[in-house]
């Protein structure tokens, strides 16, 4: 990872609550004031010029004394430096391998469940449910794009620099085109911005997930204690991302979110160390949210193959054989239907007319219904 400008060293110091107390035309004196009075302050000194034979080395002490006080790598720092203001979320695997190096299939698992933890937790931001509906928000699509994949030194340690702000964020002032730009704190907006929502998102999910595991394990809850629906009940997608990081051998990791001292609020580190067993309770009480929760705004097309009601006239059931834009494979899918909706199937049945709809996927065993429909429609023939 490439070492910051002097400018952006400078002001990510200005930024982060550093003061700076001399300077003269070879270096500038950076002072840090410790919480804990009984300790000495904390300096840096920082090169006037990038042209220095001590220039690395000068910027190097400087990481390491920033990385004593915030409790972060120095990779991290740089990348929040360089990021224009960025939280981390890293995972230490263990495999059994050399230092470094991690095999092919574990380290590819790893990156795609990283993915797939991002995407889950930007999403839950703004879809509350514990099953995602397959079309994630634009939000969290684009905001997945702007995260950066790095490794970082350990014995295999990948990590996702989270922007603070997102290409959806108004009335902000922009980092602009140089990468090495920072946010200046004036432009800091009084509630937390998305980069950092996403980040609590993700440390809520991962804790209330161990904690869940951990009472399932012990015989005090049953895995429908997954099902139970809170601002930070982690979805089905969490869940299965969180279970996928160790592997296949479900394999002990540990994650570790830092948080970037370039706005308010808590920014202690978070570390946690996620169990083979509690991985293996993930994976389950995904499978659980996926088959006994129902899946929001699932639509299907198809053909009315059997009707049913209890009189001539009032609602009725109806069995829809077709496809929906979840699994895109042929099922039969059953729906109550109010007086008007049903009198519309009876008519695309008689007349082999294709029907559409839009609700609420409930999954019993192989029995697939649709509750709390947004609409039936019969949708017309060629000669309509």
């Not at 299907?300 to 049913?308: E, N």
């Not at 947004?374 to 949708?379: K, L, T």
């Amino acid at each position: 990872m490439p070492l910051p400008t002097i400018d952006a060293f400078a002001e990510y110091l200005r930024l982060s609550g550093w003061q700076r107390v001399d300077e003269d035309d070879r270096s500038s004196l950076w002072q840090y004031l410790l919480r804990d009075s009984t300790s000495e302050d904390i300096r840096v000194v920082l090169p006037a010029r990038q042209d220095y034979l001590d220039f690395a080395d000068r910027i190097q002490a400087a990481l390491n004394a920033l990385s004593f006080v915030e409790r972060r790598l120095p990779d991290e720092i740089i990348g929040d430096m360089n990021y224009g203001g960025a939280d981390t979320v890293a995972v230490r695997l263990t495999p059994d391998a050399p230092p470094g190096e991690a095999p092919l299939e574990l380290a590819r698992a790893a990156i795609d469940a990283l993915h797939s933890l991002l995407i889950a937790s930007t999403a839950a931001l703004e879809v509350n449910t514990l099953v995602l509906p397959l079309h994630r928000p634009a939000r969290a699509e684009a905001y997945a794009k702007q995260a950066r994949f790095s490794t970082l030194s350990g014995s295999f340690i990948l990590s996702l620099s989270l922007p603070l702000f997102d290409v959806f964020d108004e009335d902000l002032s922009s980092p602009g085109d140089d990468e090495n730009a920072l946010i200046r704190r004036s432009d800091m907006p009084t509630a937390d911005p998305f980069g950092r929502r996403v980040t609590n998102r993700v440390i809520a999910a991962a804790s209330a997930a161990q904690a869940l595991a951990d009472e399932v394990n012990a015989g005090s809850a049953p895995i429908s204690a997954f099902g139970k629906t809170s601002s930070v009940a982690p979805n089905a997608t969490e869940l299965a991302a969180l279970a996928a990081l160790g592997g296949s051998e479900r394999s002990l990791y540990q994650m570790r979110i830092a948080k970037s001292p370039l706005i308010g609020g808590s920014h202690e580190s978070r570390l946690l160390s996620i169990t083979p067993g509690q991985q293996r309770l993930f994976a389950e009480a995904a499978e659980f949210l996926r088959t006994k929760q129902p899946r929001s705004a699932v639509t299907i097309i198809g053909l009315v193959v059997r009707l049913s009601r209890n009189s001539n006239s009032g609602p009725g059931k109806a069995v829809i054989q077709g496809t929906d834009d979840y699994t895109d494979s042929t099922r039969r899918f059953q729906v109550e239907l109010f007086e008007t909706d049903y009198n519309e199937a009876v008519r695309a049945h008689k007349e082999g007319l294709q029907v559409t709809a839009e609700g609420d996927l409930v999954a019993r065993g192989n029995h697939l219904s649709l509750h709390n429909l947004a609409y039936f429609h019969v949708i017309p023939g060629i000669d309509d």
